[in-house]
C-alpha cells in the first residue's frame, strides 16, 4: 500500500511522529488507499465539527478501544486534535501499542477546516448516504400526519421500527412492532404476507427509515412501502403521542424463504457484493498483514452469542450500516459480513458497497461457529501498578482519607459512582486535578479499573499527590455490597464526553430536535460541497 505524503514531523519527549497535509489526506480518500484519521478530542468537540472520514477515539479511550477499530497495527493511521495539545499524546499512546505507521494532521482541524467541509453530529458518513439514496431513489415517505391517519383508519398495515430494541422499548409509535433495520428484508415478508399490507418504516429521525424502506423496496416487496419522515422526532413535533415500554418484536423464522433469499441475491449481485468462497476467505484472513480486515456478524446479538466465527464481531445490520464508523475505523478496508440465511449479509454489504466499502459476504458453509458468548474488546495487556493499588474494602474503611476520581464516561458517573467521587476527564489531568479539593491521596477509578489503570501515569505526572488505582473499578465497588451516590455530582471536568443525541431518549427539546432534521436535510449539499465521499447509489 503506498504510504502517505509527509510533510515535516511533530515531537514529544524525543520522539518524533511525521505530519501529514489535509490535502493528501482527502487524495487518499479520493483513490481508496487505507487510512484511517482519529478525531483525539472528547465526543461533545468531535460531534460540533469534524472532517467526514473521522472517528471519534477520545485520548483516554485510545487504549480500550483502538485494537478493535484499527485491527492492523501497520494500517496508517493519522490523529488530529484542535489545537489541545492532544495529537501529539495521542501518537505516543498508539505508537506504544504497537502501531507503526502513525502521524499527526498537519495543522489539525483548522488547516483542515481550510480545504475540505466539516460536519456537525455523530456517525455522519451514514447519515448523509441515507439522504443521498432518498434523493436518487425518491425513497416514498410519509409525514407524521399521513402516518396517523393511516394507522388510525387502514387495517391492513404494519409499522415496523428499524431502531435497536432498547431505543423501541424507551419509546415508539402506535401499532410499531420492533424489527431493526438489518432484520427487516429477511422478516417482512413474514410479518405482511399479503402484498396488500401497506408497510411504514420508522426510526427515530431519518436514516433508518429511510435505509429500511428503500431496503424493502430493493428486496422486491410489492407492498406499499413508506418511510416515516423524521421518524419519532417528526411524531413529537406533530404533537402526537408516543407509546412507552413496547416489547412487540419481530418474528422469528427458522427456514427462509426461496423466493426471499432469490431477491437478495439479485440485488446484491446488481451491487456487486461478492460470495467468497473458502480459499478465497482464508487469503483475506492470511492477508491481515498487508491489507485490514474487519470481520461482522449481522445478525441478532442473541444469535451471535449462540454461536459464531472465530475473529468475528457482532454487528446488528441496521447499526452497521447507521453507525459503520463505530465498528470501522480504517477507510479503505475490506469488510466481510457474515449471516447463516443469505439475506441479511447480503442487503447490508449492498449498501456498504455504495458507501464505497470493499464488502463482501461468507456464509457458515465457509464460517464455523467455534464460538459463543459476548466477545469482549481486544485490549493490550494491563499495566501493572506495583503497589499503586487499592482494594474496596480498604477504601470503604478509609473512605474520609481517599480523594475518589472517577474517569468512566459521564452518563455512568451521573448513573451512580462511590460516594463522593469527583468527576474528571483523563484527557485533562494537567488542569483539572489541581482543582481537587484536599491534598491527601487520590485514589482512580473506572467502570472496570482498565481506563484507571492506563491513566495512572498520566496522573502521577499531573500531580504531586499520592495517586493509586482502585482493583476492580466502580463495578468491584458495587460487586462488594456497598453503595453507590446518584445524586451530590462533582464535576470537576465539563461532561462533554459523550454528546447528547437529539433523538435519542425522551426529554429532548423540541428545538434540538428540529435543528437536527434542519441538519440533515442539507447534507447532501453539503456532500457534494465536500466531493470526497467515493457514494455511488444503485
Known amino acids: 500500500m503506498k504510504p502517505l505524503p509527509v510533510s515535516g514531523s511533530a515531537c514529544q519527549g524525543g520522539a518524533a511522529w511525521p505530519r501529514v497535509t489535509p490535502e493528501a489526506l482527502r487524495h487518499a480518500w479520493r483513490s481508496g488507499a487505507e487510512v484511517a484519521l482519529l478525531d483525539v478530542r472528547e465526543e461533545g468537540a468531535f460531534a460540533q465539527a469534524h472532517p467526514f472520514f473521522a472517528v471519534s477515539l ?17 494500517a496508517p493511521v493519522v490523529v488530529y486534535d484542535d489545537g489541545e ?39 455522519v458518513p451514514s447519515k448523509a448516504f441515507g439522504e443521498l439514496v432518498e434523493a436518487i431513489r425518491h425513497t416514498p415517505s410519509v409525514s407524521a400526519s399521513e402516518a396517523k391517519s393511516l394507522i388510525e383508519n387502514e387495517r391492513d398495515l404494519v409499522v415496523l421500527d428499524a431502531r435497536r430494541f432498547e431505543e423501541y422499548r424507551t419509546m415508539s409509535i402506535p401499532r410499531g412492532v420492533s424489527v431493526p433495520g438489518g432484520e427487516l428484508a429477511l422478516r417482512a415478508r413474514d410479518i405482511a404476507p399479503s402484498a396488500a399490507t401497506t408497510i411504514i418504516v420508522n426510526c427515530a429521525g431519518r436514516t433508518r427509515s429511510i435505509i429500511g424502506a428503500q431496503s424493502l423496496i430493493n428486496a422486491g416487496l410489492p407492498n406499499r412501502i413508506f418511510a416515516l419522515r423524521n421518524g419519532t422526532i417528526g411524531w413529537t413535533l406533530a404533537g402526537f403521542a408516543v407509546e412507552r415500554g413496547r416489547t412487540d418484536r419481530f418474528l422469528r423464522k427458522d427456514i427462509v424463504d426461496p423466493s426471499v433469499l432469490a431477491d437478495a441475491e439479485a440485488w446484491a449481485t446488481r451491487t456487486g457484493v461478492a460470495l467468497l468462497d473458502r480459499e478465497t476467505y482464508h487469503r483475506f484472513c492470511w492477508e491481515v498483514d498487508q491489507r485490514t480486515l474487519y470481520r461482522l456478524d449481522v445478525r441478532t446479538p442473541e444469535e451471535y452469542e449462540a454461536g459464531h466465527g472465530d475473529g ?16 470501522v475505523a480504517v477507510r479503505g478496508a475490506r469488510l466481510v459480513l457474515f449471516d447463516d440465511d443469505g439475506v441479511r449479509a447480503r442487503m447490508a454489504a449492498s449498501w456498504l458497497k455504495q458507501m464505497g466499502w470493499d464488502a463482501a459476504v461468507v456464509g457458515p458453509d465457509v464460517v464455523d461457529p467455534v464460538e459463543t458468548g459476548h466477545r469482549a474488546s481486544r485490549r493490550p495487556d494491563l499495566p501493572d501498578p506495583g503497589t499503586a493499588v487499592l482494594d474496596a474494602a480498604t477504601l470503604a474503611a478509609d473512605r474520609e482519607a481517599w480523594t475518589v476520581v ?21 484527557s485533562r489531568f ?109
Open 58 to 74: 477520545p485520548l483516554s479511550q485510545i487504549e480500550l478501544r483502538s485494537l478493535d477499530l484499527v485491527p492492523r497495527l501497520t
Open 85 to 123: 495539545g492532544l495529537a501529539t499524546r495521542a501518537a505516543a499512546r498508539m505508537t506504544a501499542l504497537g502501531y507503526s505507521d502513525v502521524a499527526i494532521l498537519d495543522g489539525g482541524l483548522a488547516a483542515y477546516a481550510r480545504v475540505g467541509e466539516v460536519f456537525r453530529d455523530v456517525n
Open 312 to 327: 468475528f464481531v457482532s454487528a446488528p445490520g441496521g447499526q452497521l450500516v447507521q453507525a459503520t464508523d463505530e465498528w
Open 406 to 426: 472517577d474517569l468512566g464516561r459521564s452518563p455512568a458517573y451521573l448513573a451512580g459512582h462511590i460516594p463522593g467521587a469527583h468527576f474528571v476527564l483523563a
Open 430 to 538: 494537567a488542569g483539572d486535578l489541581a482543582r481537587l479539593p484536599g491534598e491527601g491521596p487520590i485514589v482512580l477509578t473506572s467502570r472496570d479499573g482498565a481506563e484507571a489503570l492506563f491513566a495512572l501515569g498520566d496522573a502521577k505526572a499531573a500531580t504531586r499527590r499520592e495517586v493509586r488505582v482502585l482493583e476492580g473499578g466502580t463495578r468491584a465497588w458495587a460487586a462488594a455490597g456497598l453503595a453507590l451516590e446518584v445524586d451530590g455530582h462533582s464535576l470537576i471536568s465539563g461532561a462533554d464526553d459523550v454528546y447528547k443525541r437529539p433523538y435519542e431518549g425522551t426529554d429532548n427539546a423540541a428545538a434540538a430536535m428540529q435543528a437536527y432534521i434542519d441538519w440533515e436535510l442539507h447534507l447532501v449539499a453539503q456532500l457534494a460541497n465536500d466531493s470526497i465521499c467515493n457514494f455511488h447509489v444503485v
